[in-house]
């Protein structure tokens, strides 16, 4: 799974909550997340913006029949912490990972997405498919 890290992350949303004190937002309702081509989808997701202002964000945490999609790859899992900065996402709750006809499940991923590579902890089962050569 590879996603654009540089490109603008744009939000859509039935409601949004904005938390001047602690400088975040909360979005909720059909809430869907595009950057590039990787879409992320939840019941709710809460935006933290760096240190001085709104024009970057530092993380989107994603609560809620989270579903994650770029190009083929899929994955669904019950939480998602997006670290924008950082280029990573780290899902967790029965995490199911679908690529092709390949599926993949843990308790918890975590996956780099510049480089698309991907690590899985806790009770890990996967489902390959041969090649047909």
Known sequence: MRADV???VEVAA?????????????????????QGEMRLSADEVTVDYAEGGQERIRSLTAIGNVTLVS?????????????VA??????TGDVLLTQGGNVLQG???TVDLATGSAQVQ????SVLQPGTE
């Open 14 to 34: 039935d409601n949004l909550s904005v938390d001047q004190a602690d400088g975040s937002a909360l979005f909720s309702g059909n809430v869907v997340i595009g």
């Open 122 to 125: 806790g009770r890990v089962r």
């Open 71 to 83: 190009g083929e790859d899929a994955a669904e899992a019950g939480q998602a912490v997006y670290d």
């Open 86 to 91: 950082g280029g990573s996402v780290v899902l």
């Open 107 to 109: 308790d918890r991923v």
């Open 6 to 8: 540089s490109a603008p």
